[in-house]
């Protein structure tokens, strides 16, 4: 009999957790399980899914970039009705799935202000006569701005998980460099290898972006100071001969756009986020881009030279330590939050620029969705 897995997902501000949830979903389905992929957050078109179901909760945000307070996407703060209502649809349709593995992405190590749904959740499978395997699926780097109160509290919330999938390679980045408390989960932690949107082992083909800068800052949300900035940067740096490629995400303001398409002058090329990407990025001179997991796993496996900008605020510390880490392992240049200027951007450029190729680095392990099913397997087998 086909085995069931529910996974909950749930994106605040840009799209890059539905996204990594969805290709490890569409492993799962490949590997023969059956997959209900329930998100919380802001639909999104043009999601991958073949042969993945797809449940729509009533969705929610980030209140703001601080990513510290929730809202419904018109912006209305949520009330006492919308939380009960989410949780009440959320566990009728676990009722009524009655799923042999229960996932769900980054909580109990993040996503903590869904607790009011999560919580009732994780007490209705550990109360059905047959409990689903509970599994918590998370990245590389975790907030390490957590007060040791909440992350006790994770730590007591994990004590009903089976296992943690840890999707990175822990020959680049530790889970423990960001998680205090690795010590009290790591009886029940697998690393799986990151989880890549394209194969690495195919090398992408053609010839388009032979040569260029090609600078991306995800969906948007966030990133226009990075795009802004690059414009400016190009002419001190090593490569302003080059053509610059910035690709526009879908969440950028429109007068961003505007702005970016005026100021663009010959050898500058603004353009919507492409699908071709991995084959951008094997073509190009150099990679400037945030740092997000989906975009920095793609830039280990295919770019030449990278520079990172990372998204960061005193609270949201996730990409500021991913960049950090991969710095000092010497793999890319960087410009931390908070300094980011066409000055510091052109310097980082230049690093990159003297510094070794990416691709004299062993390769990075990026099987984590091949290796996600194969441990639901183990954890199923009679």
Not at 243 to 263: K, S, Y
Not at 270 to 276: A, K
Request: aromatic fraction near 6%.
């Amino acid at each position: 009999m086909t085995k069931r897995v529910f996974f909950y997902v749930q994106h605040l501000l840009g799209i890059g957790h539905l996204r990594r949830a969805a290709v490890l979903a569409r492993a799962m389905a490949a590997g023969g399980f059956d997959v209900l992929l329930v998100s919380g957050g802001a639909p999104s078109d043009g999601l991958a899914l073949d042969g993945v179901r797809f449940h729509q909760l009533p969705p929610l945000r980030a209140a703001d970039a601080r990513l510290k307070d929730l809202a419904q996407l018109d912006g209305t703060p949520l009330d006492d009705a919308f939380r009960a209502e989410r949780a009440r649809r959320l566990l009728d349709l676990f009722g009524a799935e009655q799923p042999d593995v229960l996932m769900t992405e980054q909580f109990p190590f993040g996503r903590t202000r869904l607790r009011f749904e999560l919580m009732p959740l994780l007490e209705a499978a550990q109360d059905r006569p047959s409990p689903p395997w509970i599994v918590s699926s998370v990245r590389d780097v975790v907030r390490r701005s957590a007060s040791p109160a909440r992350v006790d509290e994770m730590v007591a919330t994990f004590e009903a998980f089976d296992a943690l999938l840890i999707h990175a390679d822990p020959a680049l980045v530790r889970f423990e460099e960001s998680f205090t408390a690795w010590h009290d989960v790591k009886a029940r932690a697998l690393y799986t290898g990151y989880v890549a949107e394209s194969d690495p082992a195919r090398a992408p083909h053609g010839d388009v972006g032979k040569g260029e800068v090609i600078v991306s800052a995800g969906g948007g949300a966030v990133g226009a100071p990075l795009l802004h900035a690059a414009l400016k940067a190009r002419p001190m740096t090593p490569l302003a001969d080059r053509r610059w490629r910035l690709l526009v995400g879908p969440n950028l303001p429109a007068a961003d756009q505007t702005a970016l398409a005026e100021a663009a002058g010959q050898g500058i090329v603004v353009e919507p986020v492409r699908g071709d990407f991995p084959t951008l990025l094997r073509n190009a001179a150099l990679s400037i881009s945030q740092a997000g997991y989906n975009t920095v796993i793609e830039t280990l496996c295919h770019a030449d030279r990278a520079v990172l900008v990372p998204f960061g605020t005193a609270r949201e510390t996730e990409q500021a330590d991913r960049a950090r880490l991969l710095v000092a392992r010497g793999m890319v240049a960087s410009v931390p939050p908070d300094t980011l200027s066409p000055a510091t951007l052109a310097a980082a450029v230049a690093a990159a620029w003297a510094g070794p190729s990416i691709r004299s680095f062993p390769p990075v392990d990026a099987r984590g969705g091949p290796a996600t099913v194969a441990a639901l397997q183990q954890m199923l087998a009679p």
